[in-house]
C-alpha cells in the first residue's frame, strides 16, 4: 500500500529564514510525490514533482523538494520564506499500480511570521 | 483554479436527505476525481472517472455514487446523507493518463463545504 506521512502539524518560521516541511513515504515500488499547497478557502495548487532524475527539485514559487532514498523522504524546502508562504502543505504519492490513485498526507500547516 | 467550478460551494442538508454535487470543467481533461477533505486525514479519493460513464471507487466510497454523462461534468451524490458525511469536497482533474515516466499533475476547484446536520 501507499503513503505518505507528514510528522509535523505545524510548522512556524520567522520571515527571511530557510524553511522545510517534512514528508515521508511508503511505497512497494517506485516513488511518484508531488507537493500541493492550499491557500485559505482555496483548493490545492500544485507545487512540484518528483519522478525520477535529480534528487533536488524545484517548483512553484521558489520552491524545492529533496528526495532522498535511503531515508524514503521528500522534503519541501525553501531558501527563505515569505509571510505569504503561509498556508496548508499537503505531501502526496502517486500509486504504481494504478497512477489514477493519488494519496495525500494529513497537511502540515505553514506559519509566517514577520 | 485551471477552469474548474463546483456547486453549490456551501450546503447545509439534513441526515437522510440526498444531496449532489457538481463539478464542471471547461479544460476538456479525460480525467475527474472527488475527494473529501477532514482534518488530520489530508484529503482521501472517493471516485474518479477515466471518461464519460467510465468510473471506479476511490478508497472511502461507501455512501457515494458518482455519473459522468458529458466531459465537463461529474457529479457526487450521496442518496442518504449523514452526519459523517460533513467535509469538504474537492474536484480534482488530470488531462492524460498517468504513466510511469509522466504521473499527471491533477488540478483542483474550489470546493465544496457540506454540513450535515
Known amino acids: 500500500a501507499q503513503s505518505v506521512a507528514q510528522p509535523e502539524d505545524q510548522v512556524n518560521v520567522a520571515e527571511g529564514n530557510p524553511l522545510t516541511v517534512k514528508c515521508t513515504y511508503s511505497v512497494s515500488g517506485n516513488p511518484y510525490l508531488f507537493w500541493y499547497v492550499q491557500y485559505p478557502n482555496r483548493g490545492l495548487q500544485f507545487l512540484l514533482k518528483y519522478i525520477t532524475g535529480d534528487n533536488l527539485v524545484k517548483g512553484s514559487y521558489g520552491f524545492e523538494a529533496e528526495f532522498n532514498k535511503s531515508q524514503t523522504s521528500f522534503h519541501l524546502k525553501k531558501p527563505s520564506a515569505l509571510v505569504s508562504d503561509s498556508a496548508l502543505y499537503f505531501c502526496?504519492?502517486?500509486?504504481?499500480?494504478?497512477?489514477?490513485?493519488?494519496?495525500f498526507g494529513s497537511g502540515t500547516k505553514l506559519n509566517v511570521k514577520p | 483554479d485551471a477552469g474548474i467550478t463546483q456547486s453549490p460551494r456551501h450546503k447545509v442538508t439534513e441526515t437522510g436527505t440526498p444531496v449532489t454535487l457538481r463539478c464542471h470543467q471547461t479544460e476538456n481533461h479525460r480525467y475527474m476525481y472527488w475527494y473529501r477533505q477532514d482534518p488530520g486525514h489530508g484529503l482521501r479519493l472517493i471516485h474518479y472517472?477515466?471518461?464519460?460513464?467510465?468510473?471506479d471507487k476511490g478508497e472511502v466510497s461507501d455512501g457515494y455514487s458518482v455519473s459522468r454523462s458529458k466531459t465537463e461534468d461529474f457529479l457526487l451524490t450521496l442518496e442518504s446523507a449523514t452526519s459523517s458525511q460533513t467535509s469538504v469536497y474537492f474536484c480534482?482533474?488530470?488531462?492524460?493518463?498517468?504513466?510511469?515516466?509522466?504521473?499527471?499533475?491533477?488540478?483542483f476547484g474550489p470546493g465544496t463545504r457540506l454540513t450535515v446536520l
Open positions: 502526496a504519492v502517486r500509486d504504481e499500480y494504478n497512477f489514477n490513485k493519488f494519496y
Open positions: 472517472s477515466y471518461g464519460v460513464k467510465d468510473t
Open positions: 480534482a482533474i488530470s488531462e492524460k493518463e498517468a504513466t510511469v515516466r509522466d504521473p499527471d499533475t491533477q488540478y
